[in-house]
């Protein structure tokens, strides 16, 4: 089969862990039978630099026509200037704003060979296995108004976070269906004893729990979560949240899996059902980290795991994504590690050399 993909590599490390990604697309499709025909763009500070725009037009209507995009990061401390007009994150809200990306999905899991990796007693983090779905083109990244101004007493500035019952409602359903794959927990995160945006999201989501009794469901305030989340992490099976608080809690999150260069991310289009394939938006969650940026320290784990659930939600491709995540654990069991994630005993290797094995183990797959 063929395929076509936008590739969005970023800023800092983001074009060396594209290299490793695409390192692995061509090895996929070699073992599997299938070609994939890579569109590049510009996205993020680069964009900004050579288009004068965190994201053209031109590239946006690329990834429209593309069945995928894959990224890795933008931003760095060259464009960190508050004053700016345009940032590189404007790139990324253009983003998932154009392609209709409502609903980001976030794995958390802890492989038992990396439990020592994490900061977190073994004993706690050990069999957290957990999603993570954040509502991605509402709330107080979206929200109007939002603006700085000055008045006699200084300054003042406003960002609003709203809500619609549509909005609410279809990124409630994508954490049902998850939740339906799975163990059939649903937790819905909200701050209902203070805002208004959080009463109405529990209102819809009690609503919607009526279409899935099979699921149970379980309100949660923000705060509360966020303790048991290092507390006791196995509690959660899918947590579903609108978009500030989601991506607060998703670093945090990253913790029980040892590195935030091990954990992959969807955003998508659509309610992720069996056989439907959706237009998506793959990244690894973690930054562009300009600090090490071609010095083949970077983690490809994230970004790799990303083709995974590319190929399980855009392309249709289960038995592949499959294939990826059973080799990523294969590599981790033998030992090899980037520098993120490396302990005593273990195989040392850098970004190229961890892509190098990868590929290699695909091509042998059976």
Same mark, same amino acid.
């Given at each position: 089969?063929? #395929?076509? /993909? ?9 074009? %060396? ?28 500070? $680069? ?9 053209? %037009? ?9 069945? &995928?995009?894959?990224?890795? &990061? ?5 464009? !960190? ?13 253009? @983003? ?23 900061? /977190? ?7 957290? !296995?957990? $999603? ?36 609410? %409602? ?7 269906? @998850? ?17 208004? =945006?959080?009463? /109405? ?43 500030? #608080? ?19 991310? &969807? ?10 394939? $959706? ?34 939600? =855009? /392309? ?12 990523? &654990? ?37």
């Amino acid at each position: 089969m063929k #395929f076509k /993909l936008a590739v969005l590599p970023g800023d800092g490390v983001g074009p %060396e862990l594209m290299n490793e990604e695409v390192k692995v697309l061509e090895a996929l499709g070699k073992r599997f039978g299938h070609s994939f025909d890579l569109k590049y763009g510009l996205i993020g500070g $680069i964009a900004i630099d050579k288009e004068g725009t965190a994201l053209s %037009e031109d590239t946006l209507e690329m990834c429209r026509q593309s069945d &995928a995009v894959v990224m890795i &990061a933008v931003g760095g401390p060259k464009w !960190d200037n508050p004053k700016a007009k345009v940032r590189p994150e404007d790139g990324l809200l253009a @983003l998932r704003k154009g392609l209709a990306l409502f609903a980001n999905i976030r794995p958390v899991f802890t492989n038992d060979i990396m439990v020592d990796a994490t900061p /977190l007693k073994a004993d706690i983090v050990k069999g957290t !296995d957990l $999603i993570v779905v954040r509502e991605l083109t509402g709330g107080l990244y979206f929200g109007r108004p939002k603006r700085q101004w000055t008045t006699t007493r200084g300054r003042r500035a406003v960002d609003t976070m709203s809500y619609s019952e549509q909005e609410i %409602e279809r990124i409630v359903r994508v954490g049902f269906e @998850l939740a339906r794959k799975r163990r059939k927990k649903l937790t819905s995160v909200d701050k209902a004893n203070v805002l208004q =945006s959080s009463r /109405l999201w529990r209102q819809v989501t009690s609503e919607v729990a009526k279409d899935y009794p099979d699921i149970a469901l379980d309100n949660m305030l923000v705060d509360t979560c966020a303790m048991r989340l290092i507390q006791k992490p196995t509690y959660f099976d899918v947590i579903v949240t609108e978009n500030t #608080f989601g991506d607060i809690l998703t670093d945090e999150a990253s913790l029980l899996a040892g590195s935030m260069g091990m954990l992959p991310s &969807a955003s998508l289009a659509g309610v992720p059902q069996e056989g439907k394939k $959706i237009l998506g938006f793959y990244e690894p969650i973690h930054g562009s980290a300009p600090d090490i940026a071609g010095q083949n320290k970077a983690n490809p784990i994230a970004s790799i795991l990303s083709l995974a659930m590319m190929c399980r939600y =855009s /392309l249709g491709l289960s038995p592949e994504a499959q294939a990826l995540e059973e080799i990523i &654990a294969a590599v981790l069991k033998e030992g090899y590690r980037t520098p993120d994630i490396m302990s005593e005993g273990k195989k040392m290797v850098g970004t190229k050399e961890m892509g190098d094995v990868v590929a290699k183990k695909i091509a042998k797959y059976t």
